[in-house]
Structure formats: structure tokens, C-alpha cells
């Protein structure tokens, strides 16, 4: 015995101070909390552009003024039309504006299938949110974890037994009469804190259930938002080309007016090639924007025919600097952190419980017999007096070998479970570092096309079209320089979409919203 409890301290186990508790940090629980304050900015009205507004495309004026006569009716309709497509223009910002400007509006029951105006991306979050069944499931098992406890702490069911003898000849004799019946109520009442640590346990199981609520909230959020920002990259690419075919059909003007005063057929066959170019770039980007919509329908569980759109803008901005802020704010919110921390504190508790098991449990009970004097009893003195009587037990804790390996076991666990949290953190600071990086890159990337490739590539686009009516370059050299042109603004949403899904998987990583007062 006395080796046996040199095996394992029980009593620096059982008085070993609890670690600090930790406080569950719930995800929204069907309210949608917003992206951090400093990944949204309002949109801006010039980010998304036009190449109508840049440039605006007349005919050649002939030199020779062969063409005059005709061309100068052609010209008045071309600048009155364009004055109208201005208004147009204008109109139809007027409106961006003032949807950019209204509320966001309240979940409805069943959302209008293709929305002109799209909605934000809080609005799908929280449709999946309150929708999605694998969310569903999770607070369903968050439920049923809780209803552990009250059978965790409860004693166990009494014990009921009646004994009786159906020959009266068999049956007991005693001086009192003959035996009929005999029943007894035992009751099992274990060691003191047992229960209560088995409470305890079934508390740490409920906290552990809600992280993974927390955790399969997390990655429906960052599902919706990188589904929405695809909707939101082929929306605006097919935009893009849209302008672009306008931009041709102008091109193809050029190419015409040029051919009738002398030029090459060649050069409008080429313009009429890029329009189809473009058709054939629309037909594949439409069939991109479908497959988008179908994943985050199927993320919203909405039916087939309901296609979401998305709004204008996307509202992101430059990510944060501060990386140890963020690593400390993913300790305190990141949902597998959490979780594998109330994973120890229940190792903990398995191990206070096994320690516990050297001690014996107890049982009680009430016993009863029924006693008859009739004319076949044995006794000359019967009197047919019942019995009563009250009885006490224990359990006997002599296997120590067990009770120490159920012990060690436990230990082991936890110490196992503490690795793992030491990996997981590893982890989770080397992802929260590597995005930082990707998403600095992107925004450098995002400024160098906004603030000098685009313009200059413009700004080249206009002094080719201008040499192209002074005969100084080739219809070839302007193509070339509006496909880069195309290139280049498709190539900016692309990125703009990526950064936003960046930032989608660094908030999915740190657990919690990046706010100015974490700071």
C-alpha cells in the first residue's frame, strides 16, 4: 500500500490551484458582428471607372475635306448622342449615390431573387448565420451538453429488492413467526466532491461545444465573404468589358472613318474581331458570376432560382500593422485556442477525479420484513412482529494499481492537450504573420495600379488614338495598348477581391473583430 501511493501525490494533486477561468467569448448567436472598424472604409465614387469618362472618341476630320458634307450631319448626332449617354451618366450616379446612402435593410423571410441593387455582405453573413445547418447542429450540440450537468451532479437511482418465499414450509423461522416478505431501499451516496467534480467536468464539455459554435460561425463568415467577393470580382469584370465594347465600338468608328478617306480595310476587320473577342470574354465571365452565385446561395440555403448580388463597392481598406496586437487578440477570441484551454481545465478536472476514486463511497438503506404468526409457525411464542432495520456500506478502494493508473492516465491526457495548445498557437501566430504580408503586398500592388499604371496606360491610350488620326502609328499598336488597358482595370478588381478575401481569413484567424478600443 504504502508503495503503491508513492506512485502518485494525490494531495498535491487535489490542492493544486485551478488556472484563472476563462470567460467564453460567444460569436453573435444569430446577430451578425460586423467586420473590424479598420477593414471598412466608406466607398469612394471614383473607384470605379469608366472609359467613357476618361475618353471620349469623335471621327477623324478629313484634311482634304472630301468627306465633310456627310461626316458633318454624322458628327452633330454623334455629339448629341454622346450628350445624352452624359445625362445618362450622370442619372445613373445620382442613383449609385443615393443607394450607396440608404440602410442596409433587416433580414426578410424571403429575400427578392435577383436584386438590382444587390446587398452588403453583413446581410448574407447573417442570413447563413441564422440558416446554415451545420450552425444549426453545433448550438444543438451545445444544447445537449448542458442537459449533462444536472445528470452529472444527480446521485444515483436507489436500488429496490424484495425477497420472498413461495413454499411457506422453506421460508425463515424466527421467534416471531414465519418470514413472507422481505424488501429493503438502498441508496448509493458517493465520496464528498465526486459529483461536484463531475459537474464541474460536464460545465468544461458545455464551454468546449460553444467554441465549436464559435469556430463553425467563423468559418461560415469567411465562406459568405469569399463567396461574395467572387459575385462581386466577375459583377465588375463583366462591367469592365461592358465599357470596353463601347470603347471598341468607338475604335471601330475611327477604323471605318479612316478606311473611307484612304485607309486599310485590315484595320476595321481587326475592330469588329475585338468586339467578338469581348462577346466570347463575357459568355466565360457570366458563367463565372453563376458559379459564385450558386456557392453562396448554397452557403445562404436559399433556393436555385435565387441568384444574390452584391453592391458596388466592397469597403476594404489597409490592413493592420500592429501584429502582436492581433497575436494577443487571438489568444483572448480565436475559437480553437479557447477551446483547447477548456480542454485542459477539464483534463484537470478527469485528473482531480481520478485522484479522487481512493476514496470509498457509501451506501444506505432500509430494510423490511414481513413477519406471520399464523397456525403453521414454527415458535410456540410468535407474535407476528415485523422487522425493520437500517443499513450502512462503503466501497472498498483496495486495487491501488488501478486508482494510480487511472491517474497517471489523466495526467498524461492533460499534458497532451497542453501540446496541443502550443501547437495550435504556433500555427495560428505563423497564419496570422504570413497574412499581414500577402495582404500588404496587395495593397502596395493596389496602389501602384491605381495611382500610375492605370493613368499612364490611359494617358498612352489617347496619344495612340491621337496618332492613329494623324496616320502616325497602326491600328495594331492601339489595340495592343487598350488590351493592356483591359488588362490592367480587370486585373485591379481581381485584386481588390483578393485583398477583401485576405482580410476575411485574417478575421476568421484572430477569432474576433479588430477595433480601435482593442488596441
Not at 196 to 222: F, G, L, P
Not at 254 to 259: D, G, K, L
Not at 361 to 368: A, E, I, K, P, R
Request: hydrophobic share 35%; with cysteine.
Amino acid at each position: 500500500m504504502s508503495g503503491a501511493n508513492s506512485d502518485v501525490d494525490w494531495q498535491q494533486v487535489l490542492s493544486d490551484p485551478e488556472t484563472a477561468s476563462i470567460q467564453p467569448v460567444g460569436y453573435n448567436d444569430g446577430v451578425v458582428i460586423a467586420s473590424p472598424a479598420v477593414f471598412a472604409q466608406p466607398p469612394q465614387e471614383d473607384s470605379k471607372r469608366s472609359f467613357g469618362d476618361f475618353l471620349q472618341l469623335d471621327p477623324p476630320k478629313e484634311e482634304d475635306g472630301e468627306f465633310e458634307g456627310g461626316s458633318g450631319e454624322k458628327e452633330d448626332e454623334q455629339e448629341e448622342g454622346t450628350e445624352r449617354g452624359r445625362q445618362v451618366d450622370t442619372e445613373s450616379d445620382e442613383d449609385d449615390k443615393t443607394n450607396d446612402n440608404s440602410e442596409t435593410p433587416d433580414l426578410p423571410d424571403s429575400p427578392s431573387p435577383n436584386s438590382p441593387t444587390g446587398q452588403p455582405v453583413e446581410y448574407f453573413i447573417g442570413t447563413a448565420l441564422a440558416r446554415h445547418p451545420k450552425i444549426l447542429a453545433a448550438r444543438q450540440r451545445v444544447a445537449a451538453a448542458t442537459n449533462v450537468i444536472p445528470q452529472a451532479k444527480a446521485l444515483p437511482d436507489p436500488t429496490f429488492n424484495n425477497t420472498f418465499w413461495p413454499l411457506h414450509d422453506n421460508a425463515i423461522q424466527t421467534a416471531a413467526g414465519r418470514v413472507a416478505n422481505q424488501m429493503s431501499v438502498n441508496q448509493m451516496v458517493p465520496f464528498p466532491d465526486k459529483l461536484k467534480t463531475k459537474a464541474v467536468i460536464a460545465s468544461r464539455e458545455v464551454q468546449i461545444a460553444q467554441t465549436e459554435v464559435d469556430a463553425i460561425a467563423r468559418e461560415i463568415t469567411e465562406s459568405v465573404r469569399l463567396a461574395y467577393y467572387e459575385v462581386w470580382f466577375a459583377t465588375r469584370a463583366i462591367d469592365i468589358v461592358e465599357e470596353t465594347k463601347d470603347l471598341v465600338a468607338d475604335l471601330t468608328d475611327v477604323a471605318e472613318a479612316r478606311y473611307r478617306s484612304g485607309g486599310s480595310q485590315q484595320d476595321v476587320l481587326r475592330a469588329q474581331l475585338e468586339t467578338d473577342r469581348l462577346d466570347e470574354q463575357l459568355i466565360t465571365l457570366a458563367r463565372q458570376k453563376l458559379v459564385a452565385q450558386a456557392d453562396l446561395a448554397t452557403l445562404l440555403q436559399q433556393p436555385v432560382g435565387i441568384l444574390p448580388e452584391t453592391t458596388n463597392e466592397l469597403g476594404i481598406t489597409d490592413t493592420p500593422q500592429q501584429i502582436e496586437e492581433l497575436i494577443a487578440l487571438a489568444e483572448r477570441c480565436n475559437p480553437k485556442l479557447r477551446g483547447l484551454a477548456w480542454e485542459i481545465q477539464r483534463d484537470r478536472d478527469k485528473e482531480r477525479l481520478a485522484c479522487l476514486q481512493q476514496y470509498p463511497d457509501f451506501s444506505v438503506g432500509l430494510n423490511w420484513g414481513l413477519v406471520s404468526d399464523n397456525h403453521d409457525v414454527l415458535s410456540p411464542v410468535a407474535n407476528g412482529n415485523d422487522q425493520l432495520s437500517v443499513s450502512f456500506g462503503t466501497t472498498l478502494p483496495i486495487w491501488r494499481e488501478k486508482i494510480n493508473a487511472g491517474i497517471r492516465e489523466a495526467a498524461h491526457r492533460r499534458s497532451s492537450t497542453t501540446r496541443r495548445l502550443e501547437a495550435e498557437r504556433d500555427e495560428l501566430y505563423g497564419k496570422i504573420r504570413r497574412l499581414i504580408v500577402q495582404a500588404d503586398a496587395l495593397v502596395e500592388q493596389r496602389n501602384i495600379y491605381e495611382d500610375r499604371i492605370i493613368p499612364r496606360t490611359e494617358d498612352t491610350l489617347k496619344l495612340s488614338i491621337a496618332d492613329y488620326r494623324g496616320k502616325r502609328t497602326d491600328f495594331f499598336t492601339l489595340i495592343e495598348t487598350y488590351r493592356e488597358l483591359l488588362m490592367f482595370e480587370t486585373q485591379l478588381a481581381r485584386i481588390d477581391a483578393t485583398l477583401a478575401g485576405t482580410i476575411a481569413q485574417l478575421d476568421r484567424t484572430v477569432g474576433c473583430p479588430y477595433t480601435t478600443e482593442s488596441r
